[in-house]
């Protein structure tokens, strides 16, 4: 980190902390008046109380802030963010599109927010008929035949298709087979994931053209193999050409085959996973469907598949019995699901992003799904192209690509400004950064996905800018780069102090000298 | 379509600056065999918001709302009232459309929220420190159980019979690929278990829920002891996050971790999801806990500011060897139940609990005076079971066609278990009002 100048130092100091539009905002804790409320609440009969002694002793600590209160704080916190609704967000692997309306309005009918997830069946027809319909447009969209919905998100997705894979090798008797193939450029989550499940992970490398690497993939293949674990669009932002090959290969070795769907929204509508012969696939919802990131979650992951893993899916399961929706809630109930491999979460899944992942897909159609996949792809080669244009940034491998570009920061060698600086400064220019330093592969990877929601007038514009800043970078000014941000409300923060010394809560001051002494 | 920004003009001059004739040539390799060419059999074409809105609403309208009827459900979701404020501050787009803030320097109102939401767990559950949140509080069970092993280095996990029964499913089911061992306890509606009993010197944790899922309130103290004597953690499961206002804290009580679910608090029923699962733990135990955490630190500047931390321990630098593969958590909820704690504020939170307390005291006296039925709780918060003259399924069956959402019949949540199915797991909360205790006893007398 570089020394502040004094003119950034002068300009960030007022008199009342605030900046303008961007409003200085004390913790809540530090806003306390005890006594007062922004509730209002009846007034509790005063009778014996039944909790057998267990009562609370002494104050919870709780600040007290009345209604306008809160609602100032809260809003000037969320104007120290940026998000979708405010620029253009294009950030790799996270599928950062347009979060329509009206999916929030369908969200909040009461007759899918104020039920109860276990309610008698005969009152939520509606909510299992939804849930229904949604499966059979993730069923028909991906060419598979069965789908889990209650995975919470993209992580509890792999988790899911991974039990089902341990499952289906456990029945078969197997267990021998513990190794996981999962390649170098994979999410993190995938290693996570295998370990988590007690599968050994076994690296592939990737090759030059940024695929996997066919012959050292098949040279890992044997009997103790249980799958592959491969992002198909890749993280590189490329289609694996190979892939049915791999998916034969893999299965003629007894494994399965586990696609990591985070990139289902290039080839939503125009591919169909089934037909590359893959075996388990979750989709983010909250990233091809558009539900809301909300700040980190929550998302939804259903998983699709394959007839072999089908049988292994968790509970519940939404079935028809040919008069009336039914909740299969244990295996084997209602005839259903006897080798189901169990239970991921409280309840059916995350109902209030199915209502908004359907809602999306009804406004879209089977039309609108795929011109929105290729727009997507147009946006990501328009935007690889342009920066790439004269030899200006480097993209890693030869295109096309699919929705997202990646690019690695060899066009900044000898400049002294590395890819994290390149971020920071595009935060002043008012846009969100892309990926910064995934995937693994390639040194410094820019991954930018700008999603079917952008413009070409906001592609142009981040086109020029993104272009400025590397043209500035490779003129030698490492200093603007180095202090930047300058014009968002923090400065580049202390992350190292904040692993170091973790602070993961407020304290009273007495309690923080205390501890001190 | 009002989604898509591009015109056919846009398309073709992009497609030109590309140096290409067709979309088809960027999807060149896509295999032959995975393509489609023509529309999709089966699907609809696009729509606009009038006609959505007409097909979904229809499905919404299938529904019973269970705030259009006296409703009693609980076991593991609770119906409160949630002020407009939270919702309309949650659909900020600022908050609602950004990412993960892995750029703290544009990203300062999620983490601050993240902050405050830390703060309020740990406060609310009497522990050090919490992390910002997981999927549900059945998940959240699993993956501390998960740490107990790390932390101890053991793998057998007491669970008590009074844990609820989806949450021991999602731990067994980790367990049994995981490859830690489980003693699960059997329920006993009457309340009472010895846990101590089952610990031993591989116990890596006991799981207690308080109220545990008939309603039964417990002091844990004795256990806590008894499980520190054996090297062994005490994980407490709090599905009723309101309980936390009445009952004293699991971190009082000696709790080493505290998982729950948050919904009850500034969220939803939503028919199951989302929810946002709480995770708090002791200051020693921090970095084996799972999750994304938000920490203080200041900006080149000095000024206050927070970030993610504490990353070392996940998924996307450690890989296969982080303490858990989870990335997503339940943000837009936590910073509702944020939101929701902040209007409360220690009067509110306090009153609430004594609210829904006082609505289960009513109801449980309301039943207790039918003939037929007989209360099993006798120290609760917000929930009781009571036995009825038949099976609990079926009586339930006959109240909601009566217009009543009774509660949850123990059958549902055991449907192995023949010696629970006259059993009614019925949660009470400020939602309901003498009306519809009155209603729900009428039903009753009339079905019995």
Known sequence: ?517 | MRYLPHTDDDRRSMLAAIGVKSIDDLYRDVPDAARIDGPIYDLPLHAGEMEVERDLAALAAKNVAAGSVPSFLGAGAYRHHVPATVDHLIQRGEFLTAYTPYQPEVSQGTLQALFEFQTQVALLTGMDVANASMYDGATACAEAVMMANRVTKRGKAVLAGGLHPHYRDVTRNLSHYTGFQLDEGAPNPDGGEDLEARLDDHTSCVVVQNPDVFGHVRDLSGLAQACRDKGALLVVVVTEAVSLGLIESPGAMGADIVVGEGQAIGNTLNFGGPHVGLFATRDKLVRQMPGRVCGQTTDADGRRGFVLTLSTREQHIRREKATSNICTNSGLCALAFTIHMALLGEQGFRGLAELNHAAACRTADALAAIDGVEVLTDAFFNEITVRLPRPAAEVVSDLAARGVLAGVPASRLWPERDDLADLLIVASTETNTGDDVAALAAALEEVL
């Open chain 1, 1 to 517: 980190m570089t020394e502040r100048t004094r003119t950034d130092t002068v300009e960030a100091e007022t008199l009342s902390g605030h900046r303008g539009l961007d409003v200085d905002e004390a913790l809540i804790f530090e806003m306390d008046s005890p006594g007062k409320t922004g509730v209002d609440l009846p007034e509790a009969p005063r009778d014996r109380p039944r909790l057998g002694g267990v009562t609370r002793r002494g104050p919870i600590g709780l600040p007290g802030l009345a209604e306008p209160e809160v609602v100032r704080h809260y809003t000037n916190l969320s104007r120290k963010n940026m998000a979708i609704d405010t620029t253009m967000y294009p950030l790799g692997s996270c599928t950062m599109k347009h979060n329509p309306r009206l999916n929030e309005k369908m969200a909040r009918l009461p007759g899918f927010a104020d039920i109860h997830p276990l309610q008698p069946e005969e009152t939520v027809q509606g909510a299992l008929a939804l849930i229904d319909r949604l499966a059979h447009w993730l069923k028909t969209l991906t060419g598979m035949p069965a789908v889990a919905m209650s995975p919470g998100a993209g992580a509890h997705g792999e988790l899911c298709g991974m039990m089902a894979i341990r499952a289906a090798i456990d029945a078969r008797g197997e267990d021998g087979r513990r190794r996981v193939l999962v390649p170098e450029s994979a999410h993190g989550t995938n290693p996570a994931t295998a370990a988590a499940l007690g599968f050994k992970v076994d690296s592939v490398p990737g090759g030059e053209d940024g695929k996997v690497d066919i012959e050292a993939f098949k040279a890992k293949l044997g009997d103790d193999v249980a799958g592959i674990m491969l992002t198909n669009p890749n993280t590189c932002g490329l289609f694996e050409n190979d892939i049915r090959a791999i998916a034969d290969a893999i299965h003629e070795a007894g494994g399965y085959f586990y696609c990591d769907g985070a990139n289902f929204n290039a080839i939503a509508g125009r591919v169909r996973p089934g037909d590359l012969g893959i075996d388990a696939m979750h989709i983010n919802l909250h990233k091809t469907f558009s539900t809301p990131h909300g700040g980190g979650g929550p998302g939804s992951g259903p998983v699709v598949l394959s007839d072999a893993l089908a049988p292994y899916a968790p509970v519940p399961a939404v079935i028809h019995d040919g008069e009336r929706f039914r909740l299969v809630e244990t295996p084997g109930q209602h005839g259903h699901l006897g080798q189901s491999f169990g239970r991921m979460k409280g309840f059916q899944g995350q109902m209030g992003m199915f209502v908004r992942a359907l809602a999306y897909m009804l406004s879209h159609g089977a039309d609108g799904v795929r011109q929105a996949s290729e727009d997507a792809v147009l946006n990501a080669n328009y935007v690889r192209e342009e920066l790439a244009r004269d030899g200006l940034m480097s993209p890693s491998y030869p295109g096309p690509c699919m929705h997202e570009a990646l690019f690695d920061e060899r066009f900044l060698k000898g400049t002294g400004v590395s890819t994290l600086d390149i971020a920071k400064a595009l935060l002043d220019e008012g846009f969100h950064p892309m990926t910064m330093y995934f995937p693994l592969v390639v040194h410094g990877a820019m991954l930018i996905e700008p999603t079917e929601s952008e413009s070409k007038d906001t592609l142009d514009r981040f086109i020029l800018t993104l272009r400025g800043l590397a043209e500035r970078a490779r003129a030698g000014d490492a200093e603007f780069f180095h202090g930047a941000p300058r014009r968002v409300p923090l400065r580049r923060l202390d992350e190292t102090t904040a692993a170091r010394k973790p602070v993961l809560r407020w304290k009273p001051e007495e309690a923080v000298r205390e501890a001190a002494e």
